[in-house]
C-alpha cells in the first residue's frame, strides 16, 4: 500500500521538476540584450538595444568557435531580431554554399537530426553540440539559414598555391582577392598565422585563403539580402572575419547596405577597455 501512495507523489514531483526547468529555460530565453555601444561607451539593455540593431539589414555576430557562451549569445541576438515585425535569416560560416539544400530541407523539417548532423559534420570541425540550439531554434522558427562559405577544396588550393591558382570557374564572383589590407588586419592575420603553427606554409598564401571566406561571406549575405529585400541577416562567424576590418570591410566595398558587428564578451580580448568602434559597433555583455 505504501508503495502505491508513492507513485502519485514521485510523479508530482517529477512533474514540477521539469516544469521548473522549463520555467529556468524560459526565464534564460527572456534575458534582455544587453549590449555596450563602443561609439558613446555606454550599456544599452532590453529594446533600447534591440532598436539599435533594427536599422541594420547585416548584423554579424562574432564567436570563438568553441565557446559555449558566445553561441548562447547569438542565439539571443537571433531571438531578439526575430520577435521584430521585420523577417530574420541566419548567414552561416559553417556551411558551404554548395550545402545549401541541406539547410533548407533542415528548416523545413524533412531532415532528422541524426541525418543533419552528419552533413554539419562534413562543413565544419566543431562539435554538434555547440551549435545546436542555434539550427533547431531555427528549425522551430522556420528561419531561413543560408550557407555563405566556399568549398573545402578552393580553400585549400588558395593556402597551398595561391589565389592566382584558381580557375575563372573556380574564382566564379571571387574576383581579385589579395592580401592588400590594412595594417592592423594583417597583424591579426599574422598573429592567427602563428597560432595555428602552419609550419612551412607561405604567409600570404594564408592571408588570401583568409581573405577568400571574408569575401565569399560578403558576396554570398549580399546576394541574399538582394535577393529578399524585406529580410535582415545576422551572420555568424568568427570574431576575426566578424571584426570591421573583415567582413564588413568587404561589404562596405560593395554595397552601400548598412552592416552592424557585435562580438561576444571575452575577458581581455573582447571587452571595453580593449575595443573601440573601429572593431566593432557594440560587445554583447553578459
Known amino acids: 500500500m505504501t508503495i502505491f501512495r508513492r507513485k502519485p507523489i514521485m510523479v508530482l514531483l517529477a512533474f514540477s521538476i521539469l516544469?521548473?526547468?522549463?520555467?529556468?529555460?524560459?526565464?534564460?530565453?527572456?534575458?534582455?540584450?544587453?549590449?555596450f555601444d563602443l561609439q558613446t561607451r555606454q550599456s544599452i539593455v532590453g529594446m533600447q538595444a534591440v532598436d539599435a540593431l533594427k536599422s541594420a539589414r547585416l548584423v554579424l555576430v562574432g564567436e570563438h568557435h568553441t565557446?559555449?557562451?558566445?553561441?548562447?549569445?547569438?542565439?539571443?541576438?537571433?531571438?531578439?531580431?526575430?520577435?521584430?515585425?521585420?523577417?530574420?535569416?541566419?548567414?552561416?560560416?559553417?556551411f558551404r554554399k554548395d550545402s545549401q539544400a541541406a539547410l533548407d530541407q533542415w528548416v523545413a523539417g524533412e531532415l532528422d537530426e541524426t541525418a543533419f548532423e552528419k552533413i554539419y559534420l562534413d562543413n565544419w570541425n566543431f562539435p554538434w553540440p555547440l551549435y545546436r540550439s542555434i539550427f533547431v531554434y531555427a528549425r522551430d522558427k522556420r528561419i531561413p539559414m543560408v550557407g555563405l562559405n566556399v568549398s573545402r577544396d578552393i580553400t585549400r588550393q588558395v593556402a597551398q598555391q595561391g589565389f592566382a591558382s584558381l580557375s575563372n570557374q573556380q574564382r566564379g564572383e571571387l574576383a581579385g582577392v589579395t592580401c592588400n589590407v590594412t595594417r592592423e588586419y594583417r597583424d591579426f592575420i599574422r598573429s592567427a598565422f602563428g597560432a595555428?603553427?602552419?609550419?612551412?606554409?607561405?604567409?600570404?598564401?594564408?592571408?588570401?585563403?583568409?581573405?577568400?571566406?571574408?569575401?565569399?561571406?560578403?558576396?554570398?549575405?549580399?546576394?541574399?539580402?538582394?535577393?529578399?529585400?524585406?529580410?535582415?541577416?545576422?551572420l555568424l562567424a568568427?570574431?576575426?572575419?566578424?571584426?570591421?576590418?573583415?567582413?564588413p570591410y568587404?561589404?562596405?566595398?560593395?554595397?552601400?547596405?548598412?552592416?552592424?558587428?557585435?562580438?561576444?564578451?571575452?575577458?581581455?580580448?573582447?571587452?571595453?577597455?580593449?575595443l573601440t568602434g573601429a572593431d566593432a559597433d557594440f560587445i554583447i555583455m553578459p
Open 67 to 94: 565557446d559555449p557562451s558566445h553561441h548562447e549569445a547569438q542565439l539571443q541576438v537571433i531571438r531578439a531580431l526575430n520577435a521584430q515585425p521585420v523577417p530574420v535569416s541566419i548567414g552561416l560560416e559553417m
Open 196 to 234: 595555428h603553427g602552419h609550419g612551412n606554409m607561405d604567409f600570404i598564401r594564408f592571408c588570401e585563403a583568409q581573405l577568400v571566406w571574408d569575401t565569399a561571406m560578403a558576396i554570398n549575405s549580399l546576394n541574399h539580402l538582394e535577393q529578399h529585400p524585406d529580410r535582415v541577416m545576422v
Open 238 to 247: 568568427g570574431s576575426g572575419h566578424a571584426r570591421k576590418m573583415g567582413i
Open 19 to 35: 516544469l521548473l526547468a522549463a520555467t529556468c529555460r524560459e526565464t534564460k530565453q527572456a534575458a534582455p540584450l544587453n549590449l
Open 250 to 274: 568587404q561589404i562596405k566595398s560593395r554595397s552601400p547596405i548598412p552592416a552592424t558587428v557585435l562580438l561576444p564578451h571575452t575577458p581581455d580580448i573582447f571587452e571595453p577597455a580593449t
